[in-house]
């Protein structure tokens, strides 16, 4: 039962007085979660075609290339350098590279090598010293590595012929072309592109991630809570610890926030898990009511909230008995304890809101696939957990859980950002009681 005016206003100081006793957890880091794309994306290679080109040769060889392979841009290879120096090679190509010889050669220096010692200084006497000091610095050119095109777009052969009619192979011997694996999709992180730099071909991370959010996204949001996020989660397990030292729920809490509150982020909700609310027996066998989750109550509190502001005075003393519903006894949208009168109560909640939309949600546990799911559909903006449910969580798109990724996946209607808070108190958890069993559904 909701508590009356007279009784919630003695509910409301204590819950007060309890809240200022809990010391902030702030003890620990955001983790983002990964997508289920992100996770699920392996490295996949293909073959790509590469030459040896004078620096000054560059342009030319590009608008040659460009121009007679129409499918040339069909395979983005934007991600990869398209022209990278010796020294910047991966150490296998430069000893690869070296090895096979084939580099560029005039055809003056082509009869050079082929004539004997006397006829080869007879020519360079013939020519002055100045034609000599060209044929030199033409015989060591600065060279460049040319990523021409992925091998799927054309055969070598037609590349070679392509080449062959463009400066300097015109002058020269025909093009050396060698295929190598490249990296098809773009990186998603910096530590990956140097990854596949070492290992393929010189790779650039340009912040975009294809398979979930932009970082700066993630970077944005994650500092406008991480200030906060400790005392969320303080009081989130002190909504856990209510329920449970009460017998009726299992010690998992959720907090609602507004964050766009003019004086800074405040709690709008409080929810403890109520599943064992109406189990006479004290069994708990089964899975009690599944209805009365933490994050189901959470959203329930919230729209129930939300109607309340649309009564003349959001007073106590103006509100309506909160179990009158007919589903209430299922849902249990109404507060149980101290803290949930207390949040409940207060004024921090705009009026003519969408559902959860701009709020942000903060649990002690990871939610089950079914809270999840509620989350997603009650358009919440962020949801950080705390302790991960491998056995029945929803969020995560890891491989050692379920790998959901329900909180940023294709084909839904809806996308939030999520983060895993890594508590760096957690051994405290077991001894206050605020410990579940890895397979129960939070």
Same mark, same amino acid.
């Given at each position: 039962?909701?508590?009356?005016?007279?009784?919630?206003?003695?509910?409301?100081?204590?819950?007060?007085?309890?809240?200022?006793?809990?010391?902030?957890?702030?003890?620990?880091?955001?983790?983002?979660?990964?997508?289920?794309?992100?996770?699920?994306?392996?490295?996949?290679?293909?073959?790509?075609?590469?030459?040896?080109?004078?620096?000054?040769?560059?342009?030319?060889?590009?608008?040659?290339?460009?121009?007679?392979?129409?499918?040339?841009?069909?395979?983005?290879?934007?991600?990869?350098?398209?022209?990278?120096?010796?020294?910047?090679?991966?150490?296998?190509?430069?000893?690869?590279?070296?090895?096979?010889?084939?580099?560029?050669?005039?055809?003056?220096?082509?009869?050079?090598?082929?004539?004997?010692?006397?006829?080869?200084?007879?020519?360079?006497?013939?020519?002055?010293?100045?034609?000599?000091?060209?044929?030199?610095?033409?015989?060591?050119?600065?060279?460049?590595?040319?990523?021409?095109?992925?091998?799927?777009?054309?055969?070598?052969?037609?590349?070679?012929?392509?080449?062959?009619?463009?400066?300097?192979?015109?002058?020269?011997?025909?093009?050396?072309?060698?295929?190598?694996?490249?990296?098809?999709?773009?990186?998603?992180?910096?530590?990956?592109?140097?990854?596949?730099?070492?290992?393929?071909?010189?790779?650039?991370?340009?912040?975009?991630?294809?398979?979930?959010?932009?970082?700066?996204?993630?970077?944005?949001?994650?500092?406008?809570?991480?200030?906060?996020?400790?005392?969320?989660?303080?009081?989130?397990?002190?909504?856990?610890?209510?329920?449970?030292?009460?017998?009726?729920?299992?010690?998992?809490?959720?907090?609602?926030?507004?964050?766009?509150?003019?004086?800074?982020?405040?709690?709008?909700?409080?929810?403890?898990?109520?599943?064992?609310?109406?189990?006479?027996?004290?069994?708990?066998?089964?899975?009690?009511? @599944?209805?009365?989750?933490?994050?189901? *109550?959470?959203? !329930? $509190?919230? #729209?129930?909230?939300?109607? +309340?502001?649309?009564?003349? %005075?959001?007073?106590?003393?103006?509100?309506?008995?909160?179990?009158?519903?007919?589903?209430?006894?299922?849902?249990?949208?109404?507060?149980?304890?101290?803290?949930?009168?207390?949040?409940?109560?207060?004024?921090?909640?705009?009026?003519?809101?969408?559902?959860?939309?701009?709020?942000?949600?903060?649990?002690?546990?990871?939610?089950?696939?079914?809270?999840?799911?509620?989350?997603?559909?009650?358009?919440?903006?962020?949801? @950080?957990?705390?302790?991960?449910?491998? *056995?029945?969580? !929803? $969020?995560? #798109?890891?491989?050692?859980? +379920?790998?959901?990724?329900? %909180?940023?996946?294709?084909?839904?209607?809806?996308?939030?950002?999520?983060?895993?808070?890594?508590?760096?108190?957690?051994?405290?958890?077991?001894?206050?009681?605020?410990?579940?069993?890895?397979?129960?559904?939070?």
């Amino acid at each position: 039962m909701m508590s009356t005016p007279k009784t919630a206003h003695r509910d409301l100081d204590h819950s007060q007085e309890s809240i200022g006793r809990s010391e902030p957890r702030s003890k620990g880091h955001l983790v983002p979660l990964r997508t289920k794309a992100e996770v699920s994306a392996k490295l996949t290679l293909a073959d790509a075609y590469v030459v040896d080109i004078p620096l000054q040769s560059a342009n030319g060889v590009v608008k040659a290339a460009d121009s007679a392979i129409p499918q040339l841009h069909t395979v983005n290879l934007q991600h990869l350098r398209r022209f990278v120096k010796p020294e910047f090679l991966p150490v296998h190509l430069r000893a690869s590279f070296a090895s096979s010889g084939g580099g560029l050669q005039t055809e003056d220096e082509q009869s050079i090598g082929s004539g004997d010692a006397d006829t080869t200084v007879d020519w360079v006497h013939e020519a002055g010293k100045a034609i000599g000091s060209k044929v030199r610095e033409r015989s060591q050119p600065q060279i460049l590595y040319f990523l021409i095109c992925a091998a799927s777009t054309s055969t070598q052969e037609v590349v070679s012929t392509i080449l062959s009619s463009t400066a300097p192979f015109s002058t020269t011997s025909r093009p050396h072309i060698r295929t190598i694996p490249i990296p098809l999709y773009p990186p998603t992180s910096e530590e990956q592109a140097q990854q596949w730099s070492h290992d393929y071909w010189p790779t650039v991370y340009k912040k975009h991630n294809p398979n979930g959010p932009h970082p700066s996204i993630v970077s944005r949001a994650e500092e406008s809570i991480r200030r906060s996020v400790g005392k969320w989660m303080t009081l989130a397990r002190q909504a856990g610890f209510e329920v449970a030292n009460n017998t009726i729920g299992e010690s998992i809490g959720v907090v609602v926030v507004d964050p766009s509150v003019t004086e800074g982020p405040v709690a709008v909700v409080a929810a403890g898990d109520a599943r064992w609310h109406d189990d006479s027996t004290g069994l708990r066998k089964g899975n009690g009511n @599944v209805m009365a989750h933490a994050v189901m *109550r959470a959203i !329930g $509190l919230v #729209a129930r909230k939300r109607r +309340l502001l649309l009564q003349p %005075f959001n007073q106590p003393s103006h509100l309506p008995e909160s179990d009158s519903g007919p589903n209430s006894k299922t849902f249990l949208d109404y507060p149980l304890t101290p803290l949930e009168t207390t949040t409940i109560f207060r004024p921090s909640l705009k009026a003519g809101g969408y559902l959860c939309t701009g709020l942000e949600i903060y649990s002690t546990h990871e939610p089950c696939v079914m809270c999840s799911m509620a989350i997603l559909h009650s358009r919440f903006d962020k949801v @950080v957990f705390g302790k991960r449910m491998p *056995r029945t969580g !929803g $969020l995560n #798109a890891e491989t050692e859980g +379920l790998g959901y990724g329900l %909180f940023w996946l294709e084909g839904l209607n809806w996308k939030l950002l999520a983060w895993e808070w890594v508590d760096e108190e957690e051994d405290e958890d077991e001894g206050m009681g605020l410990m579940v069993r890895k397979e129960i559904h939070v």
